[in-house]
């Protein structure tokens, strides 16, 4: 038996669930767009509206840690709507996500050799022979919200640069013998730029045939880099960390 004070609640929930069903005609990646336009989008802007509340007046700005976990929310949903895209139905989806997770733990369980997928944060303090760091590209790692374009021709602003700058000193630091560093070449409809802290590192970027990446060059030969207005220190320089 159902308390009556949570009996509209429950029904609300059954009517949303209802209309997403009718509306998005069983294709999953419709499905979640429905659910965020009709509820988890307000959901989450009401958790981080009630959380920046309970951090009290000394803390109206979020840190730069913070603003970058809320806004990896909503680029997690976009992921997920992408792979739905790949589903026909939402059993189909449904289905392949589990198989997904019986699989992962499957080979946890078996230890089996495999490659262990972790963010930077979960990382600290761990090694291993050979890694990997993906997405060492402007406006992912560092994340766009590290810094910001001031006004009018004031230089850029390095809001959490310096945090993002020690995530990449642990990062590549994980690597007992091999590191390996990636980025794209294309991010959000333009010309991706690698990531600053492999130049810092004092690396060049190349593509998997050892050739200079193309898209660090302008059509006129000349290379682009970031705003010089912003300052480049060696990422291995401790002062910086």
Same mark, same amino acid.
């Given at each position: 038996?159902?308390?009556?004070?949570?009996?509209?609640?429950?029904?609300?929930?059954?009517?949303?669930?209802?209309?997403?069903?009718?509306?998005?005609?069983?294709?999953?990646?419709?499905?979640?767009?429905?659910?965020?336009?009709?509820?988890?989008?307000?959901?989450?802007?009401?958790?981080?509206?009630?959380?920046?509340?309970?951090?009290?007046?000394?803390?109206?700005?979020?840190?730069?840690?913070?603003?970058?976990?809320?806004?990896?929310?909503?680029?997690?949903?976009?992921?997920?709507?992408?792979?739905?895209?790949?589903?026909?139905?939402?059993?189909?989806?449904?289905?392949?996500?589990?198989?997904?997770?019986?699989?992962?733990?499957?080979?946890?369980?078996?230890?089996?050799?495999?490659v262990s997928l972790m963010t930077v944060h979960k990382s600290k303090g761990l090694e291993s022979p050979v890694v990997f760091v993906m997405g060492l590209t402007e406006g992912i790692f560092p994340h766009r919200?590290?810094?910001?374009?001031?006004?009018?021709?004031?230089?850029?602003?390095?809001?959490?640069?310096?945090?993002?700058?020690?995530?990449?000193?642990?990062? %590549?630091?994980?690597?007992?013998?091999?590191?390996?560093?990636?980025?794209?070449?294309?991010y959000r409809g333009g010309d991706a730029i690698a990531s600053r802290f492999i130049q810092e590192a004092g690396l060049k970027p190349t593509d998997e045939d050892g050739v200079l990446n193309p898209y660090l060059?302008?059509?006129?030969?000349?290379?682009?880099?970031?705003?010089?207005?912003?300052?480049?220190?060696?990422? %291995?320089?401790?002062?910086?960390?």
């Amino acid at each position: 038996m159902i308390a009556a004070e949570h009996q509209p609640g429950i029904k609300d929930v059954v009517a949303l669930i209802q209309r997403i069903r009718e509306e998005c005609h069983d294709r999953p990646a419709e499905a979640i767009g429905l659910v965020r336009q009709f509820a988890y989008n307000m959901h989450l802007r009401h958790c981080d509206g009630k959380h920046q509340e309970e951090q009290g007046s000394d803390h109206e700005t979020p840190t730069h840690h913070e603003e970058v976990r809320l806004e990896g929310r909503y680029d997690e949903l976009e992921e997920m709507a992408q792979i739905a895209s790949r589903y026909h139905t939402i059993r189909q989806f449904l289905n392949g996500m589990t198989q997904l997770k019986e699989q992962a733990e499957d080979t946890r369980k078996n230890k089996r050799d495999c490659v262990s997928l972790m963010t930077v944060h979960k990382s600290k303090g761990l090694e291993s022979p050979v890694v990997f760091v993906m997405g060492l590209t402007e406006g992912i790692f560092p994340h766009r919200r590290s810094y910001t374009l001031a006004e009018d021709d004031d230089p850029l602003t390095p809001v959490g640069m310096a945090e993002e700058r020690r995530l990449a000193y642990v990062a %590549f630091t994980r690597a007992q013998r091999l590191l390996f560093l990636s980025c794209i070449l294309r991010y959000r409809g333009g010309d991706a730029i690698a990531s600053r802290f492999i130049q810092e590192a004092g690396l060049k970027p190349t593509d998997e045939d050892g050739v200079l990446n193309p898209y660090l060059f302008r059509r006129d030969g000349s290379p682009r880099r970031p705003s010089p207005l912003v300052t480049t220190p060696t990422l %291995f320089d401790q002062s910086t960390l």
